[in-house]
């Protein structure tokens, strides 16, 4: 298998990608929601990603502030091809708003599921390439994105 090494300015800027993907969705779906609960779900959804984006700009920040060579050992990451192409083809789909805005909603929830699904997977991989820091972020965003997973087939379900 081929591997590849990222430093951790490109895990969070994957890791924004995701989110910024799952923020797009959820606020398109939030406008349309035709049903109360839905909208709600898919409000707070779009509120969730948004915050978690803010997360990881926010550690962004705060790598850059630091001393490069205080961070090296995060130069050597490896990661195999799996997770970029889980990112860049699977998370959440990267249509533009009209796009997105198209899909019935049983699309919209299979993809959502699936999407944060797929992000749980892809931060539970990150978690041994990090520091201690970032890997408590990680668990807390992964805690919260089990808990979107848990709204969306509970929503699912009752339809």
């Avoid at 961070?71 to 050597?76: A, K, Q, R, T, V």
Wanted: net charge negative.
């Amino acid at each position: 298998m081929l591997e590849n090494n990222f430093n951790v300015f490109e895990m969070l800027e994957m890791a924004k990608e995701i989110e910024n993907r799952g923020y797009r969705l959820y606020s398109t779906h939030a406008k349309y929601a035709e049903d109360k609960e839905l909208k709600k779900i898919f409000n707070k959804l779009a509120s969730d990603e948004q915050e978690h984006y803010n997360t990881f700009d926010k550690l962004e920040e705060k790598y850059k502030e630091k001393e490069k060579k205080e961070y090296s050992y995060l130069e050597d990451v490896k990661v195999n091809d799996y997770l970029k192409s889980l990112v860049e083809y699977e998370v959440f789909p990267k249509g533009e708003r009209e796009e997105l805005k198209e899909m019935d909603i049983e699309e919209v929830l299979d993809r959502a599921i699936k999407s944060e699904k797929d992000s749980i997977l892809l931060y539970q991989e990150l978690i041994p390439y990090n520091n201690e820091e970032t890997k408590e972020i990680l668990y807390r965003l992964i805690k919260e994105e089990k808990e979107h997973y848990v709204s969306l087939v509970n929503y699912k379900r009752e339809m």
